[in-house]
């Protein structure tokens, strides 16, 4: 289903015709690529508030009715039903795998978890206070160092390596950060563990005890991850596509997501929640901070607190609250006033007219971190374990990009502000 619109000139009275092509779901598009050669303007619209920046079949949302679909399948029965692998089968493939396809996929991924001895030596050299995600932003960028025999993008045997390359080596290339940030051995993945039970192995075991597994600490982490797999073209994601486009090598592109995704206002909000948290301290002291949050003079925000897309809820923040409170009942104590405090703090924000007026409510990181933590996950690093996650969502976008025959360098324009022509002024005379 197309509409057409007429744009017109009212100077000159020139017009020309737009068309806006619809997709599967959501709302239609505007190709107004016909506006530059028609009429020798551009669009403008910072922040992409308004412009779908690609085509795709991946990941479609609807913030309005709180919708989040996986190639077709609800968030919700993927994380009552799936686990992290196949999801990321499903992201990168585009259906759901049979049996066979799941288990060759599963021992794929399984038996590229190892990474190159040489790769890990990078970790002596950061300093002991590192942030993790410094760290893994630049080991991940150095893998393009390593990993020559399959960076032809334009083969499909390629990609498809570099893939479950990624997926499978970053939970490595994070446990090492962690364990450097402890000063602890690294601990080399095992191979007859599944892939969250390995993330915690290589997490917590220390090569002087052996350590158990919790079943219950694995699902949460699963279920994190598979809630954090993809959510269409946002900063880090489209990020990893706008570095991709130019052709640059994959794990490059990759880095560059890991980076975008750093910041607080995307995947280092969950992190900056349990600052904010206990910085407020106690349900008393509630009031107060959001006076704070509502001056604007202060720049302070509720953090897990609002979405450009969502405006009704998050589905992936009511899934993660159910499952905050079996991890807490199971390993918690520590964090339950914190818990017990966010709890707090979204009940008095959901009915007060600043949020409600805007549109705000709690989004996945505002619970994320409280079982991140009650897992015994430090604050540095929740945003990484979100990049972990996210990976298996870059590497789809990545996929659907490069294969695309169209596909061409992303380049925005701008509006210029700047000073107009003028001639250079030699220095004894300034
Ligand atoms: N606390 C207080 N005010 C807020 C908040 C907040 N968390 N979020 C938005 N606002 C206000 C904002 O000040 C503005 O008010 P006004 O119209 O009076 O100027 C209005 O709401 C619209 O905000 P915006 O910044 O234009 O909205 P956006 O779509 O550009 O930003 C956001 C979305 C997620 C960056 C923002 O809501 C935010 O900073 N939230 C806190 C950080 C956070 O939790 N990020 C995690 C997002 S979910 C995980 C992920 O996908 O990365």
């Known amino acids: 289903m197309s509409t057409k619109y007429e744009l017109k000139d009212l100077a000159t009275g020139k017009t020309s ?16 690529a016909p506006i530059v050669k028609d009429h020798g303007v551009f669009t403008f619209d910072p922040g992409f508030m308004a412009t779908a920046s690609t ?10 009715a709180g919708v989040l679909l996986y190639r077709g399948y609800p968030v919700e029965q993927l994380a009552e039903k799936s686990s992290f692998v196949e999801v990321a089968y499903l992201l990168i493939y585009g259906s759901l795998p049979s049996k066979a396809q799941l288990e060759a996929f599963r021992n794929s991924i399984t038996r590229h978890t190892m990474v190159n001895e040489h790769l890990l030596r990078f970790f002596q050299g ?13 080991v991940v960028a150095s893998m393009a160092a390593f990993y020559h025999d399959s960076t032809d993008i334009n083969e499909p045997r390629h990609r498809e390596i570099f893939a479950h390359r990624i997926v499978a080596k970053l939970p490595t290339i994070a446990a090492a950060a962690y364990k450097h940030l402890l000063a602890q051995p690294f601990v080399y993945p095992r191979n007859d563990l599944r892939y ?27 279920l994190l991850l598979i809630l954090h797999a993809d959510h269409e073209q946002n900063a880090s994601t489209s990020t990893v596509r706008l570095a991709g486009s130019t052709g640059a090598n994959p794990y490059a592109a990759i880095s560059a997501g890991v980076s975008a995704l750093w910041g607080p206002a995307h995947g280092g909000a969950n992190e900056a929640v349990l600052d904010m948290l206990e910085s407020i301290g106690s349900v008393a002291n509630i009031d107060a901070f959001l006076a704070r949050v509502k001056d604007k003079r202060d720049h302070v925000r509720l953090m897990g607190f609002g979405h450009r897309v969502y405006k009704n809820f998050d589905p992936r923040a009511k899934i993660i609250r159910a499952m905050c ?5 199971k390993f918690g104590h520590a964090e339950t006033p914190l818990f017990e405090l966010a709890l707090r703090l979204e009940e008095i924000a959901l009915k007060d007219e600043y949020f409600v007026s805007r549109k705000l409510y709690p989004n996945v990181d505002f619970y994320s971190g409280i079982i991140y933590s009650a897992l015994g996950i430090p604050r540095s690093m929740f945003t990484v374990m979100f990049a972990i996650a996210r990976t298996a969502g870059w590497v789809a976008h990545w996929q659907e990009m490069v294969s695309d025959p169209h596909m061409r360098i992303g380049r925005p324009r701008q509006l210029y502000t700047g000073p107009t022509q003028r001639d250079y002024v030699p220095l004894d005379r300034r």
């Open 17 to 32: 015709t737009l068309e806006a092509r619809g997709g599967t779901l959501g709302p239609q598009v505007l190709d107004i």
């Open 126 to 138: 950061f300093r002991y206070d590192a942030h993790p995600m410094a760290m893994v932003s630049a």
């Open 325 to 329: 409170y079996r991890v807490l009942e």
């Open 55 to 64: 085509e795709s079949r991946i990941t479609y949302i609807d913030g309005d």
């Open 196 to 222: 969250c039970s390995n993330i915690l192995n290589m997490f917590f075991a220390v090569p002087c005890e052996p350590y158990s597994i919790d079943p219950i600490a694995a699902e949460a982490l699963d």
